[in-house]
T-cell receptor
């Protein structure tokens, strides 16, 4: 099992460019999440998908869109990148919405720099 | 609003000694979970320990244990017999049972001295 995989690992964009961060999990998890990590601020939830076909906004959704392509894949899109979106992005998954244990498994992260 | 506060940006401990990392949280929810995650320089987030709010007994995982004080909304992590491999950022996190949302603290960087 690869767990949670993310591509790319690093990316540099110019302001105004668009890109999609890819995430896939092979653990048959229902729920998936996108976080951003900024220095001194911990992780903040951007969007989550409780189950295939549903997505919901998290704490900091502005400037992002997501797609739950199927049960395995959950992508994050920046339509017009801004320097404020320079961050490390983590994808995570968990067994189920409201599951008793609800442990989240994280991918290795994508370091994004917007110039 | 839900918040998680880690008031110690950085801490140091001597190898083989014990250290406690602090975490407080604020919520009006009654059904939730608390977690400690470790993030080594590799950036991989690793679950260290979890605590269900409805359980009074403090969780333990080998050298890691928590002191959960629900009334005080406090959730500290104790690392016993610290090892060099324990050096990392530690994040306290809070999850709401039915809404599948997680809130993380800003992290505590733990240094382990040989």
């Amino acid at each position: 099992n690869a767990g949670v995989t993310q591509t790319p690992k690093f990316q540099v964009l110019k302001t105004g460019q668009s890109m999609t961060l890819q995430c896939a999990q092979d653990m048959n998890h229902n729920s998936m999440y996108w976080y951003r990590q900024d220095p001194g601020m911990g992780l903040r939830l951007i969007y989550y998908s409780a189950s295939e076909g549903t997505t919901d906004k998290g704490e900091v959704p502005n400037g992002y869109n997501v797609s739950r392509l199927n049960k395995r894949e959950f992508s994050l899109r920046l339509e017009s990148a801004a320097p404020s979106q320079t961050s490390v992005y983590f994808c995570a998954s968990s067994v189920d919405r409201g599951a008793l244990r609800n442990e989240q498994f994280f991918g290795p992260g994508t370091r994004l720099t917007v110039l | 609003a839900q918040t998680v506060t880690q008031s110690q940006p950085e801490m140091s401990v001597q190898e083989a000694e014990t250290v406690t990392l602090s975490c407080t949280y604020d919520t009006s929810e009654s059904d939730y979970y608390l977690f400690w995650y470790k993030q080594p320089p590799s950036r991989q987030m690793i679950l260290v320990i979890r605590q269900e709010a409805y359980k009074q007994q403090n969780a333990t995982e080998n050298r890691f244990s928590v002191n959960f004080q629900k009334a005080a909304k406090s959730f500290s992590l104790k690392i016993s017999d610290s090892q060099l491999g324990d050096a990392a950022m530690y994040f306290c996190a809070f999850g709401i049972y039915n809404f599948n949302k997680f809130y993380f603290g800003s992290g505590t960087k733990l240094n382990v001295k040989p």
